[in-house]
């Protein structure tokens, strides 16, 4: 995302190379900086600053920011810049700042009411990028809840203006959807298709995405792959994961090729990607051998992407040091990892914890706390949770017990459950679970069960 105003330059390098500094304007270190001399930018916006040019102050904040052209980076000066910026009245600034207090930067709490009132500052003067961080902003519901005609409003007047990552939010909104905000599938093609020619790599690679998949229009894999390569070639790190995907599963037109994809997938680990770490992971232990399996690698690649949040990586990487594979049984670090998971709402890390508890991996035995557990995952859709709560509640030996709500929970799984296979499996576990109850209490079952698919 882009945090200058939203102003093109006509000053060419060579220009501003020629001319002393004291004659040199914002322009000129503008110019610079898009050339990427950013040494030469900090010399000529230094003293255009010391005089109160507000640009260039906002310019030495992203200068201190991001630790560009020989300076060092220090969120205090930073801060100062920008703050400056604001106070000398430029827009970017405004922007720039608001980002600060949206997010928490630059060792700033997060500030709502701050945030607001300059980008509300910012699109006052037009400022397109802080038309799409307060749409941001308020799809976030950091100001209630959402109004979706005013984001969608900020959203497209920031797109006209050319805020290329406006297209791509709305793209994105259309594509998921939100509670109050029903799916699009043709508006979201129609976004990406915008952002993807206004230069949104992000843009390129969803649309990529709904080429592929034929979502909100036809399908056309050939020139998902090259919106792919171009998004990759354009510096998105993200872009090796998606070539890698496709590779990996295959399209039309596409065959499988392992090798392909674990070459992107690594391009994606050296770019920094979460997923690629992920998914080059998944290939190392999946036993096949056009890639050879290294389950110590495999760990390595998963404790990297779930220090950096991925909620899949967590659980996969327990499931290593559950098993065993690639180091030593640890099951205490499986369950640590499992809770984390859990706790951020994974249903499967909450099914799986479930088992650990149950039968005292990782600690003491705790039935309830499986219970829990299971009834949470269920309650998520998780089918297998739902038979696993289904076992615990129809045991009279142990607590808790309620067979009635345990058949119930077992026939709420066997409708749940999109597999035939595993849905046969489910009624018949659901058959002799039920065979232990009188026909009254049958009935009363298949009573609760409708009560948790009505809710659930």
């Given at each position: 995302m882009s945090r200058f105003s939203s102003f093109a330059l006509a000053a060419a390098l060579a220009a501003t190379l020629a001319l002393p500094l004291s004659a040199q304007t914002y322009a000129d270190a503008r110019a610079a900086y898009d050339a990427g001399d950013f040494a030469r930018a900090a010399e000529i916006a230094r003293p255009l600053a010391d005089a109160g040019d507000g640009a260039a102050m906002n310019m030495l904040g992203l200068m201190y920011d991001d630790g560009l052209g020989g300076l060092p980076q220090d969120p205090a000066l930073a801060l100062d810049f920008y703050t400056r910026s604001v106070e000398a009245g430029f827009t970017g600034g405004m922007n720039n700042l608001g980002r600060v207090y949206h997010y928490g930067l630059l060792g700033q709490a997060v500030d709502v009411q701050r945030a607001q009132e300059l980008y509300e500052r910012a699109i006052s003067n037009g400022s397109a990028f802080a038309m799409n961080n307060y749409a941001l902003m308020q799809e976030e519901?950091?100001?209630?809840?959402?109004?979706?005609?005013?984001?969608?409003?900020?959203?497209?007047?920031?797109?006209?203006?050319?805020?290329?990552?406006?297209?791509?939010?709305?793209?994105?909104?259309?594509?998921?959807?939100r509670p109050g905000f029903p799916e699009n599938p043709e508006l979201a093609r129609q976004w990406a298709e915008r952002a993807a020619e206004d230069g949104s790599a992000r843009g390129m690679r969803m649309l990529g995405y709904m080429l592929e998949f034929a979502v909100g229009g036809p399908e056309d894999v050939p020139r998902a792959e090259a919106l792919y390569r171009q998004a990759w070639d354009l510096g998105d790190a993200a872009a090796a994961n998606d070539m890698g995907l496709l590779f990996n599963y295959g399209a039309t037109g596409v065959p499988v090729d392992l090798r392909q994809a674990a070459q992107w997938y690594e391009a994606g680990i050296a770019a920094f990607d979460t997923w690629s770490h992920v998914n080059m992971a998944d290939l190392l232990v999946d036993g096949e051998p056009t890639v050879p399996d290294d389950p110590a690698r495999a760990r390595e690649l998963y404790a990297v992407a779930h220090g950096l949040g991925n909620l899949d990586a967590s659980v996969a990487l327990s499931y290593l040091y559950w098993d065993g594979i690639g180091g030593p049984v640890d099951y205490d670090v499986a369950r640590t990892l499992l809770t984390h998971a859990a706790e951020q709402g994974d249903f499967g890390a909450m099914n799986d914890l479930g088992v650990m508890l149950q039968q005292g991996l990782g600690g003491a035995i705790d039935i309830p706390g499986a219970a829990h557990l299971y009834e949470r995952a269920a309650q998520g859709g998780h089918t297998l949770g739902a038979q696993n709560l289904a076992y615990i509640l129809t045991d009279t030996s142990k607590s808790p017990s309620d067979p009635i709500l345990g058949v119930a929970w077992c026939h709420f799984s066997a409708e749940r459950e999109d597999d035939p296979q595993t849905r046969d499996e489910y009624r018949l576990n659901c058959a002799d679970l039920a065979g232990q109850l009188t026909l009254e209490q049958q009935s009363a079952a298949i009573a609760r069960s409708a009560d948790l698919l009505s809710t659930y």
């Amino acid at each position: 995302m882009s945090r200058f105003s939203s102003f093109a330059l006509a000053a060419a390098l060579a220009a501003t190379l020629a001319l002393p500094l004291s004659a040199q304007t914002y322009a000129d270190a503008r110019a610079a900086y898009d050339a990427g001399d950013f040494a030469r930018a900090a010399e000529i916006a230094r003293p255009l600053a010391d005089a109160g040019d507000g640009a260039a102050m906002n310019m030495l904040g992203l200068m201190y920011d991001d630790g560009l052209g020989g300076l060092p980076q220090d969120p205090a000066l930073a801060l100062d810049f920008y703050t400056r910026s604001v106070e000398a009245g430029f827009t970017g600034g405004m922007n720039n700042l608001g980002r600060v207090y949206h997010y928490g930067l630059l060792g700033q709490a997060v500030d709502v009411q701050r945030a607001q009132e300059l980008y509300e500052r910012a699109i006052s003067n037009g400022s397109a990028f802080a038309m799409n961080n307060y749409a941001l902003m308020q799809e976030e519901g950091l100001l209630g809840a959402p109004n979706w005609p005013a984001i969608i409003d900020l959203y497209t007047r920031a797109a006209d203006l050319d805020e290329q990552n406006a297209a791509a939010n709305l793209a994105n909104l259309y594509l998921n959807g939100r509670p109050g905000f029903p799916e699009n599938p043709e508006l979201a093609r129609q976004w990406a298709e915008r952002a993807a020619e206004d230069g949104s790599a992000r843009g390129m690679r969803m649309l990529g995405y709904m080429l592929e998949f034929a979502v909100g229009g036809p399908e056309d894999v050939p020139r998902a792959e090259a919106l792919y390569r171009q998004a990759w070639d354009l510096g998105d790190a993200a872009a090796a994961n998606d070539m890698g995907l496709l590779f990996n599963y295959g399209a039309t037109g596409v065959p499988v090729d392992l090798r392909q994809a674990a070459q992107w997938y690594e391009a994606g680990i050296a770019a920094f990607d979460t997923w690629s770490h992920v998914n080059m992971a998944d290939l190392l232990v999946d036993g096949e051998p056009t890639v050879p399996d290294d389950p110590a690698r495999a760990r390595e690649l998963y404790a990297v992407a779930h220090g950096l949040g991925n909620l899949d990586a967590s659980v996969a990487l327990s499931y290593l040091y559950w098993d065993g594979i690639g180091g030593p049984v640890d099951y205490d670090v499986a369950r640590t990892l499992l809770t984390h998971a859990a706790e951020q709402g994974d249903f499967g890390a909450m099914n799986d914890l479930g088992v650990m508890l149950q039968q005292g991996l990782g600690g003491a035995i705790d039935i309830p706390g499986a219970a829990h557990l299971y009834e949470r995952a269920a309650q998520g859709g998780h089918t297998l949770g739902a038979q696993n709560l289904a076992y615990i509640l129809t045991d009279t030996s142990k607590s808790p017990s309620d067979p009635i709500l345990g058949v119930a929970w077992c026939h709420f799984s066997a409708e749940r459950e999109d597999d035939p296979q595993t849905r046969d499996e489910y009624r018949l576990n659901c058959a002799d679970l039920a065979g232990q109850l009188t026909l009254e209490q049958q009935s009363a079952a298949i009573a609760r069960s409708a009560d948790l698919l009505s809710t659930y």
